[in-house]
Structure formats: structure tokens, C-alpha cells
């Protein structure tokens, strides 16, 4: 038998959610200039979309990297139904303290996501708009940016 080879896997989801972006720490000037109008007191939504991607050798037995049967409920579990039509600034605890900015959403996903156990979860993808999207491979240490 040949020997197993190394696949990565990407998988999408969706969800819907509503922010704000506003730090009560910033004064209502600086939130306005840093935010604009994300950081209207009513929230705005988005429908998210997010690319899991995990990788591994390829099960011999079975032909396959992961299971989308187990990856699929892991994922709705921990990041779909946690998030979707949630308004996330209130309703998920994360960012009861910290900003939902995409940034900060994709590195709480890949907090959930990475003890998936069926395979190596090697970045996460998410687009907020059709202009923007942000990645995640869990990587730290990024040169730090003082606040402005
Ligand atoms: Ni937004």
C-alpha cells in the first residue's frame, strides 16, 4: 500500500450576526474617528462567511483527511449555533470584553475550532463584507500596534 499522503481540507459555513464596535475606553469622539459609523449604539449585521481549514494524512481505510461528518457538527456547534443571530457584543461572552472586530471574531473562532480532533486545524477565513476578509493560522507574536 502506498504511503499516506498529507491533504488540506476547506470547508465553508455561515452564519448572520450583528456588532458594534465602540470601546467603552475610548471617548465617544475617539470611538466616532476609529469606528465611524460601525460604532453606531444600534449595531449594524453581517452575513459572515467562514472557511475551516484542517489537514492531515488521508485514512488509508477510508480515503479521507477528516470526516465532514464529524467536522460539520464540531464546527455548527462551536462557532455556528454560538453565533448566528446573536447579537455578538451581548450574547457571546468573548466579546462581552473585547471588540468584535472580524480580527477579533476569526481568532475566537480558531479558539474554538482548534481542538477539532479528527485532524490539524491550520487557518481559519473569514469574510465579513464582499471587500473584506481576514485569516487566522493561529500564529502570535505579530509586531504589537499601540492603540492610536
Ligand atoms: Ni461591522
Known sequence: MSRPIKISLTRRYRFAASHRLHRPNFSDDENQRIYGKCSSPYGHGHNYSLEVTVSGAVDPATGMVANLGD???????????????????????????????????????HRRLKTF??????????????????????????????AP
Open 71 to 109: 467536522l460539520d457538527p464540531f464546527v455548527e456547534r462551536e462557532v455556528v449555533e454560538a453565533f448566528d443571530h446573536k447579537y455578538l457584543n451581548e450574547e457571546v461572552q468573548e466579546f462581552v470584553e473585547d471588540v468584535p472586530t472580524a480580527e477579533n471574531i476569526c481568532r475566537e473562532i
Open 117 to 146: 480532533p479528527a485532524a490539524r486545524l491550520e487557518r481559519v477565513r473569514l469574510e465579513e463584507t464582499s471587500k473584506n476578509s481576514f485569516e487566522f493560522d493561529g500564529e502570535v507574536g505579530g509586531r504589537e500596534q499601540r
